[in-house]
């Protein structure tokens, strides 16, 4: 797997040089339009995808978001990656769902064929998920940040839900990921006003949990992953269930699962290594057993 994304890097070097059509191509032979792909990290265990629609401030449109997930997908079966960034441009990580692709969308269209449900992918991912935020982060692309498990903003980040702007309302878990995040009065006043929050009131609000110089936020964010990255994968995998189910289940139910998985470490050859390794006074050696 590390020397298809070896070479994958290689081929698509060559094919953005050659300007082909855009499209990044991998050696499996599929193309990457809207987004760019390659691991990152000394030991090259950070996934990283690179939303790349400069001209269109990275507007979600459908092909693109296929190609987040069809990612996503190729990073959990690469059992070399530990952790995935996400990222856009230093003017915007995404300006929302593509407007000119909804414009003439009917209800009927919407509904029956459940549109935008794919959208979701990025919340089920099982390894931890890092958004990387310069710029605007507006409706679909502050949801998108939002279904990530961390997310670092670039000092001149701009967060916001502006679809009441357009006559509609966010429909990828703005009204409820945001309100989870930052509480009713906030989150009810950038959902009815439309108005932005700057990434310092991010910070202070509870959704982003660090701001960086805008050319030191992608290193951050690949620093932060390669240390997830170093961890016992099977653990990280269960400290994500547990903290994702707080936002799903009552105390009393949520504690009862945190001591479950707790339990559930006892089980793997990791948490006895990790515990030996403090013991024996030496760094740990996790297998991902
Ligand atoms: N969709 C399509 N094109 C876009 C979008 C977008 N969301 N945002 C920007 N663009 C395009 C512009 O049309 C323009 O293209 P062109 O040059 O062909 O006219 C180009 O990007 C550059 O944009 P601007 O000229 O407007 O750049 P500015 O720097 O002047 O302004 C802004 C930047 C403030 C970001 C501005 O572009 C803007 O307001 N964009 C729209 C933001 C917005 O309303 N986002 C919400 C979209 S709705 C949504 O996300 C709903 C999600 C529901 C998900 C449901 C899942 C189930």
């Known amino acids: 797997m590390a020397m298809f994304f070896r070479s994958a890097s290689l081929v698509v070097r060559q094919a953005t040089a050659l300007s082909l059509a855009g499209a990044r191509r991998y050696s499996t032979g599929a193309p990457y339009q809207y987004i760019l792909v390659e691991k990152k990290g000394e030991k090259q265990d950070v996934g990283f995808i690179q939303l790349n629609r400069p001209k269109a401030l990275n507007a979600l449109c459908d092909g ?30 995404a300006a929302g769902a593509d407007i000119k692709e909804m414009q003439n969308r009917t209800f009927q269209e919407c509904y029956s064929g459940n549109f935008l449900s794919h959208w979701n992918k990025v919340s089920t991912v099982k390894k931890p998920v890092i958004a990387a935020v310069n710029g605007f982060a507006l409706g679909g692309g502050c949801e998108l ?14 967060f916001g839900q ?44 509870g959704l982003v949990s660090k701001v960086f110089p805008i050319d030191q936020l992608v290193p951050e964010a690949i620093k932060c992953g390669e240390k997830i990255a170093a961890h016992s994968k099977i653990i990280v995998a269960m400290g994500k269930e547990a903290v994702n189910a707080a936002f799903e289940l009552t ?25 030996t390794a403090f013991v024996e006074k030496r760094k740990a050696s996790f297998q991902d057993k």
């Open 162 to 205: 502006p679809e009441i702007l357009l006559g509609t309302i966010p429909g990828a878990g703005g009204t409820q990921r945001l309100t989870r995040a930052v509480g009713k009065s906030l989150a009810m006043e950038m959902v009815l006003t439309g108005d932005r929050v700057s990434a310092q009131e991010a910070k202070q609000s």
């Open 145 to 158: 940040a939002m279904m990530c498990d961390i997310i670092y903003a670039g000092e001149k980040a701009q």
């Open 251 to 275: 105390l009393t139910e949520g504690n009862r699962l945190e001591k479950r998985l707790f339990h559930s470490t006892f089980a793997t050859d990791d948490r006895k290594e990790g515990m």
């Open 64 to 93: 693109l978001m296929k190609e987040v997930s069809q990612a996503l997908d190729a990073f959990e079966e690469d059992s070399q990656v530990g952790a995935i960034v996400i990222t856009g441009s230093e003017k915007a990580f």
